[in-house]
């Protein structure tokens, strides 16, 4: 899952992108309206969290705009306005939830987690295809009750395909889910990361779709 953090207070970022990477998300941050709106359009990130305070523009702004030129994902605003008037501003603009600070991590991670859940059609913490289950909030992968380790790659990949299930997931689109921008990544290393999940998951389970990608396939009545 890519989010896309706009935030121009240095130290609280880089705090929120260590939390996010750990938490097995793929974060980008930007400092100002005018590079949220460029990454927003080029990348069309799964979530946005977005601050109000920005330098070169209000964030309001930010969100009107990029829902007007049609972006529909999930928006998250945090900002420091916590009073009702500003939450009602920032909800009628087009966002999604709202958290004011100053906040706990824990809180911004349970928020992120639930428009995760949303913008996959996944209604609980837990995914469970056939044999294989996830939970996504304890990050543990379990084969038949089972519980088996994983690198946070291979963990997000995986989790990334089962969120998608019966949608051919290209490895551009994979490598923008387990990557953030400027990243070292090797022209290999989404096959490299199935390699090593098929050797962990029942035969079959990841399947290539020969000059497109990978996909994970639910069966109907499967969890």
Same mark, same amino acid.
């Given at each position: 899952?890519? @989010?896309? =953090?706009? %935030?121009?207070?240095?130290?609280?970022?880089?705090?929120?992108?260590?939390?996010?990477?750990?938490?097995?998300?793929?974060?980008?941050?930007?400092?100002? $309206?005018?590079?949220?709106?460029?990454?927003?359009?080029?990348?069309?990130?799964?979530? @946005?969290?977005?601050?109000? $305070?920005?330098?070169? !523009?209000?964030?309001? %702004?930010?969100?009107?705009?990029?829902? +007007?030129?049609?972006?529909?994902?999930?928006?998250?605003?945090?900002?420091?306005?916590?009073?009702?008037?500003?939450?009602?501003?920032? =909800?009628?603009?087009?966002?999604?939830? /709202?958290?004011? +600070?100053?906040?706990?991590?824990?809180? =911004?991670?349970?928020?992120?987690?639930?428009?995760?859940?949303?913008?996959?059609?996944?209604?609980?913490?837990?995914? %469970?295809?056939?044999?294989?289950?996830?939970? !996504?909030?304890?990050?543990?992968?379990?084969?038949?009750?089972?519980?088996?380790?994983?690198?946070?790659?291979? /963990?997000?990949?995986?989790?990334?395909?089962?969120?998608?299930?019966?949608?051919?997931?290209?490895?551009?689109?994979?490598?923008? +889910?387990? /990557?953030?921008?400027?990243?070292? @990544?090797?022209?290999?290393?989404? %096959?490299?990361?199935?390699?090593?999940?098929?050797? +962990?998951?029942?035969?079959?389970?990841?399947?290539?779709?020969?000059?497109? $990608? /990978?996909?994970?396939?639910?069966?109907? $009545? !499967?969890?």
């Amino acid at each position: 899952m890519q @989010v896309l =953090l706009v %935030e121009d207070n240095t130290l609280l970022a880089n705090a929120i992108v260590r939390a996010l990477k750990s938490a097995g998300f793929s974060i980008n941050h930007v400092d100002r $309206g005018d590079q949220a709106l460029s990454a927003i359009k080029t990348s069309q990130p799964d979530i @946005v969290v977005l601050d109000l $305070g920005l330098p070169d !523009t209000d964030g309001l %702004e930010v969100l009107k705009s990029a829902r +007007k030129f049609g972006f529909s994902n999930p928006v998250l605003i945090l900002t420091a306005r916590d009073a009702t008037s500003d939450k009602v501003l920032g =909800l009628d603009a087009g966002a999604d939830d /709202y958290l004011a +600070k100053p906040f706990e991590i824990d809180e =911004l991670l349970a928020r992120l987690r639930a428009l995760e859940r949303r913008l996959s059609n996944v209604k609980s913490h837990s995914i %469970e295809i056939g044999e294989v289950e996830i939970d !996504t909030n304890s990050h543990e992968v379990t084969i038949a009750g089972q519980g088996i380790s994983m690198s946070r790659r291979e /963990y997000m990949l995986l989790k990334a395909l089962m969120e998608s299930a019966n949608k051919i997931q290209t490895r551009d689109v994979l490598d923008s +889910k387990l /990557y953030s921008w400027g990243e070292e @990544v090797s022209s290999n290393t989404v %096959e490299v990361h199935i390699h090593n999940l098929r050797k +962990k998951l029942p035969s079959g389970f990841i399947q290539t779709v020969r000059g497109v $990608g /990978y996909v994970v396939r639910k069966q109907s $009545g !499967t969890g």
